[in-house]
């Protein structure tokens, strides 16, 4: 990075400065919402992951949250309840207790899961997330048969946090036409919803139309270092904290991405603080942000749990001079990365690509710049007819994808990367 590129980012990050006043959580003499207690896990022990109060109240919810869209399977997408079991409880251990699921979260059996493993647990010690397909939703019945199918399924009378799922101008649209919001409200009169939002994925003026057209108590945005710039995010939150909506955050390690770096850019992260890892640095840049109320995880293996688990009890803010470490560490990765989150949303391809693969593994040969892993990788998809060159450019895909990539082009482009780096 150059200095003038250098000073470039270090001027957006100073935007983080007068955000930076940690410490100041504490929930003391603040009230308590009606209808609405303060949860904490009855089997805490051990560190314990910072808390941040719900606005000026009482409740009180872990910075770090569960998502329940990447469980353990067992192949072929099917859950391996077990490890998932484990993982709950290693999470309820240290105190994070806050659940996110969605109807389309594993074909629809993470809300199974989450109601088969979660209801071990007395319900005044967790908070559940679900959310309303609003893609799918043809009639104002569709509306009603879900959200009663959400609650048989997640064995609960109540939802502690409910959204609209992956609005965007069109999903807004169509969901006004069904009276969702209208809907949901009532379901929230009447006790069924305890706070109610909205997850997002279009671009920020959008985000701003939503947020002005309704009361909102809360907003799910997809938020991290290179998404900041990239995707808008600083502007989507700054709409949000300008309208008093608490944010939660998705994919703040963008789908894993920001787990595996470059090995250059992990080098100046280490230099700076030798036992954390780019995750921790990606967890720290989104939880250095006041308005963010929590941010979603989705932790498929133990390790990854504990990992995070050390990253978050305490948490600590990043300092000035950290925020310049991750500046210089990651401003190459802002650019040139196809901006694919993992969320299956396009699948299934007809053509039996698996779409969030390909671009993983292209996304982690940009970074990495290993030609031998990207060869092997992209060569063990082809064999199973899943690789980009399956694709047979239909389109399809385009239309569901919540961050509008260009998907067909994109397979076009890799397999023309594929065919140079076999020469
Ligand atoms: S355009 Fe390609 S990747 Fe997308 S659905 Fe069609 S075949 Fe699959
Ligand atoms: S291509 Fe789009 S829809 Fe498909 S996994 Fe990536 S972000 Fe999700």
């Not at 799918?136 to 064995?155: G, H, M, N, P, S």
Request: glycine share 6%; hydrophobic share 40%.
């Amino acid at each position: 990075m150059d200095r003038r590129e250098f000073l470039k980012h270090a001027a957006t990050l100073a935007l983080f400065a007068p955000l930076a006043r940690f410490g100041a959580f504490a929930a003391e003499d603040v009230p308590a919402i009606p209808g609405l207690t303060d949860k904490k896990s009855e089997i805490a022990e051990g560190p314990q992951v910072a808390r941040r109060p719900y606005k000026n109240t009482a409740l009180t919810v872990p910075l770090l949250g569960m998502g329940m869209m990447r469980l353990p399977t067992k192949g072929r997408g099917i859950i391996d309840y077990e490890a998932a079991r484990k993982l709950v409880e290693r999470a309820m251990r240290a105190g994070i207790n806050y659940f996110d699921t969605a109807w389309f979260y594993h074909k629809g059996e993470s809300e199974n899961c989450v109601g088969e493993l979660l209801s071990k647990y007395p319900r005044e010690s967790y908070y559940l997330a679900d959310k309303m397909p609003c893609r799918v939703l043809e009639t104002e019945a569709d509306v009603d048969r879900i959200f009663k199918e959400q609650l048989r399924k997640c064995k609960v009378e109540y939802f502690d946090f409910y959204l609209m799922h992956a609005l965007n101008a069109r999903t807004w649209k169509k969901s006004q036409e069904l009276h969702v919001y209208e809907y949901l409200k009532k379901q929230q009169a009447a006790g069924k919803i305890r706070l109610l939002g909205f997850s997002f994925h279009d671009n920020y003026q959008v985000l701003r139309e939503i947020a002005n057209a309704k009361e909102w108590d809360f907003c799910q945005i997809q938020l991290n270092y290179i998404d900041w710039k990239a995707y808008h995010s600083k502007e989507q939150y700054e709409i949000l904290t300008r309208r008093g909506i608490p944010a939660v955050l998705m994919e703040p390690l963008k789908g894993g991405r920001l787990a595996k770096i470059r090995p250059e850019a992990e080098a100046i992260l280490r230099k700076a603080r030798p036992n954390d890892t780019p995750a921790a640095w990606a967890f720290r840049f989104a939880g250095s942000l006041p308005n963010v109320l929590v941010m979603l995880s989705g932790m498929t293996r133990m390790e990854h749990m504990e990992e995070n688990i050390k990253t978050f009890s305490p948490f600590e803010p990043l300092t000035e001079q950290e925020r310049l470490v991750l500046a210089e560490a990651f401003g190459k990765d802002a650019v040139d990365a196809v901006p694919c989150t993992t969320c299956e949303y396009c699948l299934p391809c007809p053509a039996t690509v698996n779409i969030p693969r390909v671009f993983k593994i292209y996304n982690g040969y940009k970074s990495s710049g290993d030609k031998e892993q990207f060869k092997k990788d992209l060569g063990a998809l082809d064999a199973e007819d899943h690789g980009a060159k399956a694709c047979v450019s239909c389109g399809l895909c385009l239309k569901k994808c919540p961050q509008k990539i260009p998907i067909p082009t994109w397979m076009g482009t890799i397999v023309r990367e594929q065919t140079l780096a076999q020469k």
